[in-house]
């Protein structure tokens, strides 16, 4: 059997995002966050499920780090409630929130493994929500206010940093859609929020950069590589629509300092002024980082619709495996995103940040959790890596998604990421699923058989 062999130095990790599972909603100080308050609105989360407990991690984080030791994680990326610091957003600090994060680090720099901390994975503190959210400016200078922070506590200890995870979800599904927290279906509203973060962003590099702090530096985004559903002219449009939209609106100002032409165009055809945008925005988001993040979960097929606003509609392809979420096994297409990214965008380290799938697990009767289809997943998704490797693309590292079962934001606890099996209903006990002796075993060779 041949055998796949990663770069020396290439790191394996898990990661988790702070209200997916650390509960302790209202305790030690920590203010309300837009989630606490979208899930506790009946009907916006299946089974109408929180947070509120999640896995309980604020409390077993030892346990969870014992477990990733023993998994033999090199890396864990882990994000930071906003109102655990900053109860009303700005202001007062709380001392608790940032001595829960001292501790959980300590427990990881001890367990030997590299702490990766994203200052924003969607939980807002519902306070700034109440003054217009991520759609008011202010929102940037106090996001801004908060990452001097937490580069001031824990820079000498943690020196991967994430900005941001998936301005794309923070602002389409969640002001555009509505399926997310704060819950509007408005696009203007949710081209002035992709603005804002992604400002918000650039200015907390810039802070990361002044702090002088040893370390690194970048955003995680969440990317598909798109498909034409056929060779015409017409999909050949849409695909390049789908792909301005959930890419290139994105990656384009994050590398490049402006928006996609097209799509702009299209938004200034509709309205007379998409969004505000200050001189010198540009600029700022456009400040150079040190690695790119990037989410992979599927790929996107695409054919023309003129019904559509943006001109294009996904497609289901058929014959194709689907996870419990629906989405398409297609890991080839993160070989063909990441060999992408390498031609147009960056030469910097890239990290798969997540990547990972949802099925209907269960215990089996000799106690374990037999998750085949993930196994699987995984494997194919690790080739596909390594090929992108092979082909000369700068690749890091990889962060399978999750480390454990979690809350899974609009759908409550019904759908299971977790290479841990998480029991809500026996005391939160933590099964090692079959996934993550697979990761085990490729942190060991650093590689795997294929």
């Not at 837009?34 to 409390?59: E, L, P, S």
């Not at 495996?321 to 380290?349: H, I």
Request: hydrophobic share 35%; proline share 3%; charged share 30%.
């Amino acid at each position: 059997m041949a055998k796949i062999i990663f770069p020396k130095n290439f790191e394996w990790g898990a990661a988790t995002a702070s209200y997916q599972i650390e509960g302790a909603y209202d305790e030690d100080g920590k203010g309300e966050s837009i989630w606490d308050r979208f899930t506790h609105q009946k009907g916006n989360i299946v089974n109408n499920d929180t947070g509120d407990v999640a896995c309980d991690h604020y409390h077993r984080y030892q346990e969870d780090v014992e477990l990733m030791k023993e998994i033999g994680l090199d890396t864990y990326r882990f994000s930071i409630s906003w109102p655990r610091i900053l109860p009303a957003g700005k202001g007062k600090i709380n001392q608790k929130g940032i001595d829960f994060y001292k501790r959980l680090v300590d427990e990881l720099l001890k367990a030997g493994i590299k702490p990766a901390a994203t200052l924003y994975h969607w939980d807002l503190p519902q306070k700034l929500q109440e003054n217009g959210g991520w759609e008011n400016r202010d929102t940037v200078k106090y996001f801004n206010e908060y990452a001097q922070i937490m580069y001031r506590e824990l820079g000498d200890q943690i020196s991967r940093w994430i900005t941001h995870n998936e301005p794309m979800v923070v602002s389409m599904v969640g002001n555009l859609w509505g399926e997310h927290a704060p819950g509007f279906k408005d696009q203007q509203k949710a081209l002035q929020v992709a603005h804002n973060v992604l400002l918000s962003h650039g200015m907390a590099v810039q802070s990361f950069r002044e702090s002088g702090i040893e370390g690194e530096v970048g955003i995680t985004l969440n990317l598909n590589h798109v498909y034409p559903n056929s060779e015409s002219k017409k999909d050949q449009i849409a695909k390049d629509y789908c792909d301005a939209f959930n890419n290139r609106w994105f990656l384009d100002p994050v590398f490049k300092g402006r928006y996609p032409e097209k799509l702009m165009a299209l938004y200034q055809e509709k309205f007379d002024n998409p969004f505000v945008m200050q001189t010198g925005d540009l600029e700022i988001i456009s400040r150079d980082i040190d690695f790119l993040g990037i989410n992979y979960y599927s790929r996107a097929v695409v054919e023309y619709d003129e019904n559509e606003l943006l001109n294009f509609k996904t497609n289901k392809p058929e014959a194709a495996d689907y996870t419990a979420m629906d989405w398409e096994v297609y890991p080839q297409g993160l070989t063909d995103l990441l060999k992408r990214l390498d031609q147009e965008y960056t030469k910097k380290p890239i990290f798969i940040t997540e990547n990972g799938a949802a099925y209907d697990d269960q215990i089996a009767e000799d106690g374990r959790v037999h998750d085949q289809k993930r196994v699987d997943y995984l494997e194919q998704h690790f080739q596909a890596a390594h090929q992108a490797i092979k082909e000369g693309v700068n690749l890091a590292g990889y962060y399978a998604w999750s480390l454990m079962d979690n809350f899974e934001w609009a759908f409550g606890y019904d759908k299971r990421f977790g290479i841990i099996y998480v029991d809500y209903e026996n005391d939160q006990q933590r099964i090692l699923k079959d996934s993550a002796r697979l990761l085990k075993k490729v942190i060991e060779n650093n590689g795997l058989e294929k």
